[in-house]
Nanobody, 120 residues
């Protein structure tokens, strides 16, 4: 059983910043990808950013230059620093990890989601 606990969402004015954090716990052998997705009532869940175990990061075009993803492998934690927020960044943000157990079987797990609201 793997659990992802997210924190850091909230309400902020346009141009402000928020920091999301997600910590994974449970019977994890290793974590490959750690990332964030977001969803609004109007849209499907969309990719925001992810970081792989060697530190290589990828971003959606809409957040490049504003968001920064980082991870602490020792703590199984991924952080998304969001700056220069825009109203269109509003949504529920979900943490996602791709991990392997001690038998090298791969799994994909999601957090419960945290609301980010950016007011204009």
């Amino acid at each position: 059983q793997v659990q992802l606990v997210e924190s850091g969402g909230g309400l902020v004015q346009a141009g402000g910043s928020l920091r999301l954090s997600c910590t994974a716990s449970g019977n994890i052998g290793s974590i490959n990808h750690m990332g964030w997705y977001r969803q609004t009532p109007e849209n499907e869940r969309e990719f925001v950013a992810r970081i792989i175990s060697d530190g290589t990061a990828e971003y959606a075009d809409s957040v490049k230059g504003r968001f920064t993803i980082s991870r602490d492998n020792a703590k199984n934690t991924v952080v998304l620093q969001m700056n220069s927020l825009k109203p269109e960044d509003t949504g529920v943000y979900y943490c996602n990890i791709e991990w392997s157990n001690v038998f090298y079987r791969s799994f994909n797990s999601w957090g419960q989601g945290t609301q980010v609201t950016v007011s204009s």
